[in-house]
């Protein structure tokens, strides 16, 4: 063949060869085969607020072999599992013992030692093992202390130390435990999210404005926008509920005739069992007096409902009047639902034996 020839034919044979070889490639791949691995998959994930941190690694077994400073020596990174990277995701920025992270999905490493640990989240989340670990693409290191725990032959995660904003996730095998606390800015993401939330399909109900008044009012934070939150609710449709929950904000920002005028508008929207159980709120709040003016507006409005004798009796026993309490008491037992009849009736023993109901 001539040079020229074969300068020709060249790039058609080279690419008749590229062709082989990613066909033999694709082929072989089309046979990897899904089999049991010596350290199996797992995964463990924890809701903090709202944010998701989930773990996926491989578990190594102790099998009887000395683990710390010989398996895994002390003072190198080691991937923290077997396998692929040990890898850990969070949904939101968060607090690693104390240092911030932004979220994304982080290779998890360690450096053990006896004494303490370098605990690794790396940007290089897709290796394998440890061996081409490069401290350049550390994202955040920090440094805990082991502590002992019972025996665990498999590699394990956990979490553990759960509060609102924050929870431990703990590395555990063989006698060590090694934990870490993720801390989240609950308030600030939840608050972030509901105005998100509330621009999509929620906004057109009632329910979820009321909902977010009403997280932020349990949460004693942003009450300016709780009344927001609250007064949207209302516009979608005047309720008992969320003129309730006005009446609530409005005494948190320290507007309490405008609260009255909540609290009366909601109690014109309540059912009769709506203004006896919140009532019955009022008496859990130690705010007797208001529980039991609410208690004998009901029942003059509603002589027949079986809740309102209950009302009654409650007031009869606050003033001493425990013969009047316990008739009162058995007016509702009589008229009361199956489903309530055992709670009534022991309401009504109570009272017969002089028993203050309202404690």
């Not at 030692?113 to 290191?141: H, P």
């Not at 002992?148 to 609102?164: E, G, I, K, R, S």
Request: hydrophobic fraction near 40%; glycine fraction near 4%.
């Amino acid at each position: 063949m001539s040079g020229k020839v074969f300068r020709r034919a060249f790039p058609r044979v080279a690419f008749c060869l590229f062709a082989v070889m990613i066909a033999r490639v694709s082929f072989a791949q089309s046979f990897v085969l899904d089999l049991p691995r010596q350290s199996q998959r797992a995964e463990v994930s924890q809701h903090i607020g709202i944010t998701d941190v989930t773990i996926h690694y491989h578990r190594p077994l102790v099998n009887e072999r000395k683990v710390w400073g010989a398996l895994v020596p002390y003072g190198e990174v080691w991937r923290a599992g077997a396998n692929e990277n040990t890898t850990i995701t969070f949904s939101d920025a968060v607090m690693i013992e104390g240092k911030p992270l932004d979220k994304g999905t982080y290779g998890l490493h360690m450096i053990p030692t006896a004494d303490d640990w370098t605990v690794i989240f790396s940007r290089n989340s897709t290796s394998w093992g440890a061996f081409t670990y490069d401290k350049a693409e550390d994202a955040l290191r920090v440094t805990v202390k082991p502590k002992a725990a019972d025996m665990h032959n498999a590699l394990t995660y956990d979490f553990d130390q759960m509060q609102p904003d924050s929870a431990v996730a703990e590395l555990e095998w063989e006698k060590i435990a090694v934990p870490f606390k993720i801390s989240v800015d609950v308030h600030d993401l939840v608050q972030a999210s509901l105005k998100k939330q509330l621009r999509n399909l929620s906004q057109y109900t009632w329910i979820s404005w009321d909902d977010a008044a009403t997280y932020l009012l349990t949460e004693k934070i942003a009450y300016n926008d709780a009344l927001t939150y609250v007064s949207k609710s209302i516009e979608n449709e005047d309720r008992y509920e969320n003129e309730i929950t006005k009446s609530k904000v409005l005494t948190a920002l320290n507007r309490k005739d405008e609260a009255t005028m909540a609290q009366k508008r909601a109690l014109e929207l309540a059912t009769p069992l709506q203004v006896h159980l919140y009532g019955r709120q009022l008496q859990g709040e130690k705010r007797s007096d208001e529980a039991f003016a609410i208690f004998r507006e009901n029942a003059k409005k509603h002589p027949d409902e079986w809740f309102v004798h209950s009302g009654l009796a409650r007031i009869y026993c606050s003033q001493g009047k425990y013969d009047d309490a316990a008739k009162e008491m058995k007016l509702a037992l009589a008229r009361a639902p199956e489903n309530q009849k055992t709670y009534v009736d022991g309401l009504v023993k109570k009272l017969e034996s002089k028993q203050d109901i309202n404690q």
